[in-house]
């Protein structure tokens, strides 16, 4: 059985992966290069986090105004921190029109609520949230997560993996505190008493579950 080719072979493991990283459209995770880079070995993880590590320390050392960093389950190259004044400049008009203050408010309270209901935000808000939501799901940042087991089942909702790749977040742990928000999901599961067990063994089984939405959006498709 012949070994199978790998791809650029005499060029350096750093080189390949940076390669893959600048011409990925998407955050790209450590399984798609090792796919992508024909490297299989039980090593091939710690190969590609340990080139990812020294392209960081070579852009350090030459001052560049970016680095690799972990986003949404993959990598991407990001400017610095420094330079957000900058940037923000350079894509204002472009921000102003994807979200609006009310929108940006929306998503706030989902992605620290989550999974959270409409009616919640809505008071927390004071004002109806309808097309701002409709608003924020057309641009894959929020999807319907499930129903909660309540009367009407209302829908719940939370945030989407293009919300984590927008904001360059690489879980909702990087979320940063903020005051008034607690990070804490909206609704829960109501506990029974165990008073009621006997009661809830008697009734039907077909009491309402969380269950996914037939309308989530794909989370993968581009805004």
Not at 107 to 115: F, G, V
């Amino acid at each position: 059985m012949t070994t199978p080719e790998i791809p650029c072979a005499r060029i350096s493991l750093e080189q390949r992966v940076e390669a893959l990283i600048f011409s990925s459209e998407r955050p790209i995770s450590e399984s798609r290069m090792k796919t992508v880079l024909g490297i299989e070995d039980d090593d091939a993880t710690k190969k590609i986090k340990a080139a990812i590590e020294a392209l960081n320390v070579t852009y350090d050392k030459n001052a560049r105004a970016f680095r690799i960093e972990r986003v949404a389950g993959g990598y991407r190259p990001l400017t610095r921190e420094e330079f957000a004044p900058l940037v923000s400049n350079l894509y204002a008009d472009r921000q102003q029109q994807k979200l609006s203050q009310a929108a940006l408010e929306t998503l706030s309270i989902i992605a620290y609520r989550q999974p959270v209901m409409r009616a919640e935000i809505e008071v927390i808000r004071g004002v109806a949230c309808g097309e701002v939501l409709r608003s924020i799901m057309e641009k894959r940042l929020v999807k319907i997560v499930g129903r909660a087991e309540e009367l009407g089942r209302p829908m719940l909702y939370g945030t989407t993996r293009e919300f984590l790749n927008i904001f360059g977040l690489a879980t909702l742990d990087d979320l940063p505190d903020v005051q008034g928000l607690v990070r804490e999901a909206s609704w829960k599961p109501a506990t029974v008493p165990e008073s009621e067990n006997e009661l809830e063994t008697t009734e039907t089984t077909d009491s309402p579950q969380i269950e996914p939405a037939e309308v989530v959006a794909d989370t993968e498709t581009t805004l």
